[in-house]
């Protein structure tokens, strides 16, 4: 058999094939370029983008645990005016989709960062963030209120036509009600799921490790969770759903493919290894020449199919 046809569409981005670099966890893009190349990606999210810069939250910072790490970050970035006038350099002659991830604390601040990237051609898509654990204000506090969220998505539809793909938070009762607040307020798809809000306590100094005692935990024990969240959300709405989670292999992103995902996002597992994005774009080929199956859109949802 030839070499399979991986490519897919998400919410008008036309990607060659379905797996993309999960925000927060591959920089700009330009710091895995020591180990492959890049534009082997299906497309690159980049860190949280907010108006301002940020600093971020006091250290530490990150934690390890049992199977998988919790993040209390804090958004840091160096806000969007330097995104757009220096980062964004490094992205003119790439040929694959760049989506900026973006954030704040209030609705303003995600319109006036939507007005500020509809313009930049090197941008295919923005990622609205109403999923971050580690703000005060603002971030997780969208995406945990059916209102807010279709409030929020429904301002930020209203000032681009860049295509937008609402990254929704998992610490909520019932992702389903977002998820259709999002779409219903003119998302063109859905990312799912961001961190699960969690902690760790040194037992030794007696308090918490995280510099701001709560964190994100993600990695491969959100994997079973996240699985179960995309194959609800992706029963229930009619536009395409990225799926991630604790993605570290080929055999990971095919179930979130056979739960209804159009496409996957790859965070923690660049860490241990930095090569996962393209071992997991090679292994999902591999796995469709193995089946005898041309199209890779023949595998969105298959496990959906008399389930
Ligand atoms: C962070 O910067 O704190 C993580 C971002 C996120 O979880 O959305």
């Known amino acids: 058999m ?7 569409e998400i919410g008008g981005i036309s990607l060659k ?27 690159l999210v980049v860190k949280g983008t907010t108006l301002e810069p940020r600093e971020g939250n006091p250290p530490p910072r990150i934690v390890e645990t049992a199977a998988g790490i919790l993040n209390s970050v804090g958004l840091q970035n160096p806000g969007v005016e330097y995104f757009i006038n220096e980062e964004i350099r490094t992205f003119s ?27 930049v051609k090197e941008v295919s898509g923005l990622e609205v963030n109403i999923s971050c654990p580690n703000v005060k204000k603002g971030g997780m506090a969208f995406g945990t209120d059916v209102e807010c969220a279709h409030r929020l998505v429904k301002g930020v539809r209203a000032v681009t036509s860049k295509p937008l793909i609402v990254k929704l938070s998992p610490n909520v009762t019932d992702i389903t009600g977002v998820a259709l607040a999002a779409q219903e307020a003119g998302a063109d798809a859905l990312s799912l799921i961001n961190t699960l809000l969690g902690m760790a306590i040194d037992i030794h100094s007696r308090k918490p ?17 996240a699985l179960r969240m ?58 469709m020449i193995e089946n005898n199956i041309r199209e890779f859109k023949e595998l969105i949802g298959a496990a959906r199919k008399g389930a």
Do not use: H
């Open 2 to 8: 030839n070499q399979p046809d991986l490519s897919v």
């Open 17 to 43: 094939n379905p797996v993309m670099s999960a925000s927060g966890c591959y920089g700009y893009g330009k710091e895995y370029g020591a180990f492959y190349d890049v534009e082997k990606l299906g497309a």
């Open 93 to 119: 002659g790439s040929s694959i989709p760049l989506i900026v991830n973006i954030a704040g604390n209030l609705e303003e601040e995600y319109i006036r960062l939507a007005e500020k990237l509809d313009p």
């Open 209 to 225: 490790v995280l510099g701001n005692v709560l964190g994100g935990l993600s990695g491969p024990a959100v994997k079973p969770v």
């Open 230 to 287: 995309v194959w609800q959300v992706s029963e229930k709405v009619r536009i395409p759903v990225v799926g991630m989670g604790g993605i570290m292999t080929a055999e990971d992103a095919l179930e979130f493919i056979m739960a209804g995902a159009s496409a996957v996002a790859v965070g923690t597992a660049n860490f241990i290894n930095p090569l996962a994005i393209p071992d997991i774009i090679e292994g999902i080929a591999g796995y």
